[in-house]
Structures are given as C-alpha cells and as structure tokens.
C-alpha cells in the first residue's frame, strides 16, 4: 500500500513540475515574443558610455547589444563605446542586434633609437613614426661621428602619444674643429668684427645694401648663418645697411 502511495506521489510531484517549466517558458519567453512580435523601438544613444552601460541600456528596451570590435581611439577612453551600428534613434524591431565599436584607448608609440643618426635621417625616421623633431643643440664629441646625433629626449623605447617632439644634441666633431657661429644679425658693424674675432673666427667679405628700415651700418644678413658649424678662423661674410640716396624733390 505505501508502495503505491509512494509512486502517485512521485508520478505527481513530476508533472507539478513539468506544469510548472511549461508555465514559466510561455509565461517569459513565449509570450513575450508573440506580443512584441513586429513592434519596434527606438535605439538609444550609448556613444561615449562605458561598454558595461551601454549594454544594460540596449538590453532595457529589448535590444541585443553585441561587441563588434575594438579600435585605438585617441578621443574616447578605453573600453567606452565610439560607434554603433544601428545609428542613435534608428526604429528597429524588438531583439536587433546592436553592434557596439569599442574604443581601445589611445594608441602610443615607442620612440626609436636616434643614436649616430644623421639630422636627415632622424627627420624621416620620426615622421615614419608620428613623431616631430624638436630642438638641435651641439657639443663636441669624441665618440660620435660629426653631424651624428649623440643622444635624444624622450629617450629611444619610451612610450608617447602621437606628435610628441623629439629634441636631440648633435655631435659638432672632435673638440676644437669646429665651433657654433655666433649670431651677429642686428648688431652695427664695429659689434658684429668684436664678437666674430672673439667667438675664433674672421672677417670677411663686408657687402653694402640700401635699407630704408635699419640704420647704416647695421647687419643685415650673415654668412655662415648663425647655429651653424664652422672651422675656427673660418671669415664670416657679411650684408651690411647702407644709407638710402633720397633725391630732393623740385619745387615749382
């Protein structure tokens, strides 16, 4: 007897429970699919937001957000949503999926090894990588070649973002060959011989030019151009303001 009493207990206990997953599935999954059935909704906007609320927010409105890819992006923080496909209030129908771009942050570059790099050469290298040339400054060296950069800041392996400028200090050779010529542009004739002379260097060719803007005898231009290296003793040609002849004019 309690066998019998033991099975119906059972073969009930059962279908109460199958009843009861039948129920559930309509009453979640089944209707609510029939009843949404060919309405639609408005996508919201999630670009900018973090990808974790942008997906509640599409799931919200009964939407299915899906990552699509990631993508450096300099403007976006990483992991915030720059893009989605539908556009922002596209009418869509209930369960479309949502693609989602996301950004991976900003992109940086690892600055490369300027080192014995000719000036030219560091110019292209840098624009190859995003990266400007900065600065130039020299200094005797008896380790690197003239010309050859002898070291650079940022330093080679550091991680920037992109444009960042690379200043560099360039080898002007083995110390006394050559020096920066000095910068005379501006200064009257007699100040321009005192710092050329002082600074190891020569006079050289002194060449007059009508100037209506700078008084006589002031400098107009110089050869080698100043920040340039020369040999010591090297003449430095000059450009030098002459007075403009104004004719009178006649009277009547």
Do not use: C
Request: a positive charge.
């Amino acid at each position: 007897m309690k066998s019998k009493i033991s099975k119906s207990f059972v073969w009930f206990s059962g279908l109460f429970l199958f009843t009861l997953v039948v129920f559930l599935l309509i009453d979640n999954i089944i209707m609510p699919t029939y009843v949404q059935h060919g309405k639609t909704t408005k996508v919201p906007n999630v670009i900018g937001k973090p990808i974790e609320e942008a997906q509640r927010i599409l799931q919200q409105v009964g939407l299915n957000p899906k990552e699509q890819e990631r993508k450096p992006d300099r403007h976006y923080p990483i992991g915030t949503v720059l893009a989605q496909t539908p556009i922002p209030n596209s009418e869509v129908k209930y369960g479309r999926g949502v693609y989602l771009i996301v950004s991976g942050g900003e992109q940086l570059i690892t600055i490369p090894d300027l080192k014995a790099k000719s000036i030219r050469e560091a110019t292209f290298t840098l624009e190859r990588y995003g990266l400007k040339l900065g600065t130039i400054q020299y200094e005797p060296s008896e380790e690197f070649f003239e010309n050859t950069i002898i070291r650079q800041d940022p330093q080679a392996g550091a991680r920037v973002s992109q444009n960042v400028v690379v200043h560099i200090v360039v080898s002007q050779g083995r110390p006394g060959e050559k020096e920066i010529v000095p910068n005379v542009v501006g200064k009257t004739l007699s100040e321009a011989e005192r710092i050329i002379l002082q600074s190891g260097f020569s006079m050289g060719r002194v060449t007059e030019q009508v100037s209506i803007s700078l008084l006589p005898h002031t400098i107009i231009e110089q050869y080698p151009r100043a920040g340039e290296l020369a040999k010591k003793g090297q003449p430095i040609d000059l450009i030098v303001a002459q007075k403009s002849e104004t004719k009178p004019t006649s009277e009547f």
